[in-house]
């Protein structure tokens, strides 16, 4: 297990994530163009989505799966009431609010990572789990307005959106749009229609994985310098962009370890508690909640938790499913 854990560090995915965040270090002009990056994420959703939904359409519906997909929505939902009473004090209720969100919901490259982790050591996991991630996008968003909301003397003077907009922005989001319909749609075809696009979502993976993580390592390296203009300081930001992956991935640890759980799916719950949104819940807040300062929370999850959970975060979490599990 210990040759697992190293060999995450010197994966190609993660080493070219670290060459983005060299690149950016020494001002080399290493850039991924905008429509570029935009396409290797809707591969990467499509890829992953497709490949899930036709796992779903090989196994069986049981009283196992609907138990997963209800503990990472239970997860989804309950993630955000803490965080934003942890960090409330520090932050202020709105970027409480949207850190809390931002922390429910999840990151699908993480998950993406950790599904090529388990891969790369032959250690199963089950095409439900994409169905899991598609499902903890849109509770954390809800949730966290809601204690918004209760902080304040009314939705109406809150808030710039109703919650009837806020929920279709977070359904209808591009991102969420795409995995949910590729799972439905890699569902519906099942195997024979992997058959025909085998090449695309299989092979092809990892090296457009390469490429969407080096791009990811220089966005992330340019959003550090957003922490020195945020509102809050930056050894807080330093201090909960650290801590709350470890405090969500202890509470999902209980519960696989309540339940369970195998040892690929335990990882990728841990992982999906442990990541936060960079992508589909700022989209939300900046409709729901325009009060809530982006280079707060935005910083915390893309800079700070994103590349802990890549570089420390997977393998640590999966050492500790073994000694729990």
Request: glycine share 8%; proline share 5%; charged share 10%.
């Given at each position: 297990?210990?040759?697992?854990?190293?060999?995450?560090?010197?994966?190609?995915?993660?080493?070219?994530?670290?060459?983005?965040?060299?690149?950016?270090?020494?001002?080399?002009?290493?850039?991924?163009?905008?429509?570029?990056?935009?396409?290797?994420?809707?591969?990467?959703?499509?890829?992953?989505?497709?490949?899930?939904?036709?796992?779903?359409?090989?196994?069986?519906?049981?009283?196992?799966?609907?138990?997963?997909?209800?503990?990472?929505?239970?997860?989804?939902?309950?993630?955000?009431?803490?965080?934003?009473?942890?960090?409330?004090?520090?932050?202020g209720a709105a970027n409480a609010a949207a850190t809390a969100a931002t922390y429910g919901?999840?990151?699908?490259?993480?998950?993406?990572?950790?599904?090529?982790?388990?891969?790369?050591?032959?250690?199963?996991?089950?095409?439900?789990?994409?169905?899991?991630?598609?499902?903890?996008?849109?509770?954390?968003?809800?949730?966290?307005?809601?204690?918004?909301?209760?902080?304040?003397?009314?939705?109406?003077?809150?808030?710039?959106?109703?919650?009837?907009?806020?929920?279709?922005?977070?359904?209808?989001?591009?991102?969420?749009?795409?995995?949910?319909?590729?799972?439905?749609?890699?569902?519906?075809?099942?195997?024979?229609?992997?058959?025909q696009v085998d090449l695309l979502v299989k092979d092809l993976f990892i090296g457009v994985?390469?490429?969407?993580?080096?791009?990811?390592?220089?966005?992330?390296?340019?959003?550090?310098?957003?922490?020195?203009?945020?509102?809050?300081?930056?050894?807080?930001?330093?201090?909960?962009?650290?801590?709350?992956?470890l405090i969500n991935a202890i509470v999902a640890l209980a519960l696989v370890f309540a339940?369970?759980?195998?040892?690929?799916?335990?990882?990728?719950?841990?992982?999906?508690?442990?990541?936060?949104?960079?992508?589909?819940?700022?989209?939300?807040?900046?409709?729901?909640?325009?009060?809530?300062?982006?280079?707060?929370?935005?910083?915390?999850?893309?800079?700070?938790?994103?590349?802990?959970?890549?570089?420390?975060?997977?393998?640590?979490?999966?050492?500790?499913?073994?000694?729990?599990?």
């Amino acid at each position: 297990m210990e040759s697992l854990f190293f060999s995450n560090l010197t994966s190609p995915p993660l080493l070219f994530f670290l060459l983005g965040v060299f690149a950016v270090v020494i001002r080399s002009d290493l850039d991924v163009p905008d429509q570029v990056a935009k396409f290797l994420s809707l591969y990467l959703l499509f890829a992953i989505g497709f490949k899930g939904g036709v796992a779903i359409a090989e196994s069986e519906l049981s009283m196992v799966v609907g138990r997963d997909l209800l503990m990472a929505t239970a997860l989804s939902a309950i993630i955000p009431f803490y965080v934003f009473f942890l960090v409330k004090r520090q932050f202020g209720a709105a970027n409480a609010a949207a850190t809390a969100a931002t922390y429910g919901s999840i990151s699908a490259v993480t998950f993406v990572t950790a599904i090529s982790y388990l891969d790369a050591g032959k250690i199963e996991w089950s095409g439900y789990m994409v169905a899991a991630m598609a499902l903890m996008e849109s509770p954390a968003i809800i949730v966290g307005l809601l204690l918004y909301y209760r902080s304040q003397s009314g939705p109406a003077e809150s808030s710039g959106a109703t919650m009837g907009e806020m929920i279709h922005e977070s359904l209808s989001n591009g991102s969420v749009l795409l995995i949910v319909g590729s799972l439905v749609i890699g569902w519906i075809s099942g195997p024979a229609g992997l058959a025909q696009v085998d090449l695309l979502v299989k092979d092809l993976f990892i090296g457009v994985l390469c490429l969407f993580l080096l791009d990811m390592g220089i966005v992330a390296a340019r959003r550090l310098r957003d922490l020195g203009t945020a509102e809050v300081k930056v050894s807080m930001l330093l201090f909960w962009g650290l801590i709350l992956p470890l405090i969500n991935a202890i509470v999902a640890l209980a519960l696989v370890f309540a339940f369970d759980v195998p040892e690929g799916n335990a990882l990728l719950l841990v992982v999906l508690a442990a990541s936060g949104s960079y992508i589909a819940v700022p989209a939300a807040m900046r409709l729901a909640l325009p009060q809530a300062n982006p280079s707060v929370y935005l910083p915390m999850s893309l800079a700070i938790s994103f590349p802990f959970n890549l570089v420390i975060g997977i393998p640590l979490y999966h050492q500790l499913i073994n000694w729990l599990v």
